[in-house]
């Protein structure tokens, strides 16, 4: 018998084919009514949560054949990791899931901002066509700051040098 998967939120299809290619009976519980989850957890071995669903030390005591919990995304702030770990139930997470995502978030909304997306919208909404006043700057030779190069703003660096933004290293005094 398949191990039976909740995934509890929307995630992409691939994973959810992924998953079912791997052999596991995986169920979708999208659209479930608040309660719903504290009546089924406890017919699956694994569980699949993004950030909405919160993993209580009540509902991982419903979860009797629980044995692994999957959280696509960052961090397992909303699963209460010690009554995991005292059921003897695995908690994983996906650090590198979305830091392409956010770095790519990122570079949409300087993008926005530098050419005046937003305000050129609005403006056009309102029937008005203000192409000279939403000009904007280019981004080709600008210098953009960067606090923190971990995995997200290693990103953002390296895309923002594809835009032709220069490089300058300063040290911020303490």
Known sequence: MAARVLVKERIGEPGVARLRDAGLDVDLGLDWEDGE???RIGAYDGILIRSSTKLTADLIERADRLRV???AGVGVDNVD???AT???IVVANAPQSNVVTAAE???ALLLAQARNVPQAHAALKEGRWERSRWE?????DKVLGIVGLGRVGKLVAQRA???GMR???ATIPR
């Open 86 to 88: 005292k059921r003897g």
């Open 69 to 71: 919990i999957g959280r």
């Open 167 to 169: 490089r300058r290293s």
């Open 136 to 140: 904007g700057v280019e981004l080709a």
């Open 161 to 163: 040098l594809a835009f």
């Open 37 to 39: 989850l504290a009546e």
């Open 81 to 83: 990791v010690p009554a």
């Open 105 to 107: 978030h990122t570079m």
